[in-house]
RNA sequence: GCCGGAAUAGCUCAGUGGCAGAGCGCUCGCCUUGUAAGCGAGGGGUCGUGGGUUCAAGUCCCACUUCCGGCUCCA
């Protein structure tokens, strides 16, 4: 029966031809019986090391250092950690538990609320199941047998899955131990590999992310092969957790939130200074390419909001005031304002494209659950435009979006995803347009150069867009720009331009923002910096430390010095030892100290300390100078 | 909005039914200092708000507010 087949085995860089039985199990081609491989892949198909070779020509194993692999190894705990809350909890029933980027989850319908104190003796059960190193095994079954096996064990929310899985796709469970779950797989090989594990936290979720369904509790986690891998992705988190910009804005005093206004930021001189700093660049950028700044109303009335379709779509999210007979909304965006100013006059397409710019503060009533420091607020501004544009010009202002972008972004040295999302399934307007519009897209993109990622049918129903990822000095990514094409406000606003021939034609509405919300825009960057400012940016530049009171005129003479010069500096002039005023220097996170002590006073001169330490001593005036260059925009393709 | 947790001095936090605390910051005094914390004293709190239980509540219970972790949503 058994018939020998030829395998090209991949593993890693190596490969290697391997003669066997097609009977058996793919574990049988893993050279030495390496027990870091964790499962393989024949085609596009990730599968159980316990599964036959069958006719497979080629054979890639995979490890944890396999994005595949981690997934494999990641969904492994999470039945893991359900078969101990199973022998902790035998009343608890299976939600799903899938893997995530950097762990797993898995939601469970328990009697009671597990708080976060149940995670080490849920750990513990982990880590007895590990030490059992259980053989996990695959099991095809038919629907009725599955729906029997679940029912049996009184998991509904399983026998709910099955009933959603088509007719035709094969049903399998895993078992472990006296522990079975509902699952595609595949799953590493025996317990015993999920060496090292870490429950991190535990929240509600609701069944199916529905909020009418019931809602479950979910336990996050997260496992490595070793306890170093382990150790280090924990060491990650919390150098995120010393980045986290609420701390730092507290630490810092860059900014503050009040039980006063929920949502609403209160900016502190230093934060402040950041903030205008990054909205002054978003500025001067668009000005160079052509685009003016308006001001626009922040409170409408009813009929304003009725007629841009905000009334109906977008109520929920704004705040309404009901002013003696008059009903009023305060502005969400700025679009509709800006349809109404561009509706306003007679246009020629001569005029086109108009690139209208506006700062001004928007309001949306965000769900009090939402609210999460600078990164989601109630109050915010973005460095909003909207183009209007002939339809024939879209390619050509898209292209210089994407310019704008790499340049604003090149400043904080942050690289920028793409994501492409084209026409919905619910689509308004016509065929031809939206092809059209997507075709000058992604020849926009293309011209760019840059890979970008197609998400089909999830752009807005009225016109396609381009989301926009910016990547942190940590690697994570935060969705901050976004283009949008517009063919139903200038419908809605009845919007028109005289062409050439004398026809007139409905301008296309391009909505962009650069930065996206400056008070998110300056929360990432609190985080990508750690706080750590680069000169330019810094709120507080240079602090003067005299050495002792003596010095202390002189330190203030250099301050007045430094302030004419154009840089922001204060001296601290405390009657404390040198080393305490360096230690609060570094912790307030200033770009340089500038020391002055006996010796630096009689001779006009100054000993600089950067963030990397002593760097020497310098001529007063010299230093100025030299400071004032290093502090200036970091401009390179002005 | 929903689930779970939390709220004590300006900040970070201890206090587990019986006199409200520490470190830092702040004020004052002493010290006059050479590259990450000098010494001493002082001031500072309706223990988030309102109700309840109790002889007695920062502590236990309920409601509300806000924050944190998620869900949902999203710039």
Request: glycine residues 8%; charged residues 25%.
């Amino acid at each position: 029966m058994a018939e020998a087949v030829k395998v090209l085995v991949q593993s890693g860089d190596a490969a290697e031809e391997v003669l066997v039985e097609s009977s058996a199990p793919l574990a049988s081609v893993v050279p030495g019986e390496d027990p870091a491989v964790l499962a393989a892949q024949i085609g596009d198909q990730v599968v159980d090391l316990t599964r036959p070779v069958g006719p497979a020509a080629t054979v890639r194993l995979l490890r944890f250092e396999d994005a595949e692999g981690r997934r494999v190894f990641r969904h492994s705990s999470a039945h893991l950690l359900a078969q101990a809350v199973k022998r902790l909890w035998p009343d608890a029933q299976l939600g799903t538990g899938p893997a995530l980027d950097d762990g797993y989850y898995y939601d469970l319908h328990l009697p009671e609320p597990l708080t976060e104190a149940d995670l080490a003796r849920l750990e513990q059960a982990m880590r007895d199941i590990v030490v059992e190193s259980l053989p996990i095994r695959r099991e095809e079954l038919t629907r009725e047998a599955a729906l029997q096996l679940f029912q049996a064990r009184g998991e509904s929310f399983k026998q709910q899955i099955i009933e959603r899985i088509p007719e035709g796709t094969a049903i399998s469970v895993y078992r472990q131990g006296e522990f079975v779950d509902l699952c595609a797989g595949p799953h590493v090989p025996n317990t015993g590999v999920l060496a090292a594990i870490k429950l991190t936290s535990v929240s509600g979720a609701y069944w199916r992310g529905d909020e009418q369904q019931p809602m479950m509790t979910r336990v996050y986690g997260t496992s490595f092969p070793t306890a170093e891998a382990l150790k280090a992705h924990l060491d990650r988190v919390e150098e995120a957790k010393r980045r986290d910009h609420r701390q730092l804005g507290q630490q810092l005093g860059l900014f503050q939130f009040r039980d006063e206004s929920p949502g609403f930021v209160f900016w502190l001189p230093k934060g402040l200074k950041l903030f205008r700093r990054v909205e002054a660049l978003s500025r001067w950028l668009q000005e160079q390419l052509g685009y003016e700044e308006v001001m626009t109303p922040w409170i409408y009335k009813d009929t304003l909001w009725k007629r841009s379709g905000h009334w109906d779509h977008y109520q929920d999210d704004m705040f309404l005031i009901d002013q003696r007979e008059e009903h009023l909304g305060v502005k969400p965006m700025n679009c509709p304002g800006h349809a109404v100013l561009f509706g306003s006059t007679v246009r020629s397409y001569r005029e086109l494209p108009v690139k209208w710019a506006e700062y001004s503060p928007l309001s949306r009533f965000e769900r009090s659950g939402a609210l999460h420091g600078l990164l989601r607020v109630r109050g915010f501004h973005q460095d909003d435009a909207h183009l209007f544009v002939r339809p024939q010009q879209i390619q050509e202002q898209i292209r210089e979006v994407l310019e704008l972008i790499d340049r604003l972004y090149g400043l904080f040295g942050m690289q920028v995803e793409v994501v492409f999302s084209t026409r919905p399934q619910d689509y308004l307007g016509d065929l031809e347009t939206w092809e059209d519009a997507e075709r000058q897209l992604s020849a926009a993109l293309a011209d760019w150069g840059r890979p970008y990622q197609l998400n089909p049918g999830d752009g807005a129903f009225y016109g396609p867009k381009l989301d926009f990822n910016a990547i942190d000095s940590l690697g994570r990514r935060w969705q901050t720009s976004t283009v949008q094409l517009d063919y139903q406000m200038p419908l809605r606003f009845d919007l028109s331009y005289t062409e050439s021939d004398g026809s007139r034609v409905r301008p296309v509405m391009i909505h962009r923002a650069i930065l996206g919300s400056v008070e998110r825009f300056v929360g990432i960057l609190i985080e990508h910096y750690a706080g750590d400012f680069p000169l330019w940016l810094a709120p507080l530049q240079a602090r003067v430390i005299p050495i002792t009171d003596d010095e202390a005129d002189r330190g203030r003479e250099m301050v007045r010095d430094l302030r004419a010069a154009g840089i922001r500096a204060e001296v601290d002039d405390r009657s404390e030892k040198l080393g305490k005023k360096i230690r609060d220097g570094q912790l307030d996170k200033v770009p340089v100290l500038l020391v002055v002590g006996a010796r630096e006073r009689e001779v006009g001169t100054v000993s600089v300390r950067s963030r990397a330490g002593d760097s020497g001593v310098y001529d007063w005036a010299r230093y100025v100078e030299e400071l004032v260059q290093q502090a200036a925009l970091p401009l390179a393709r002005g």
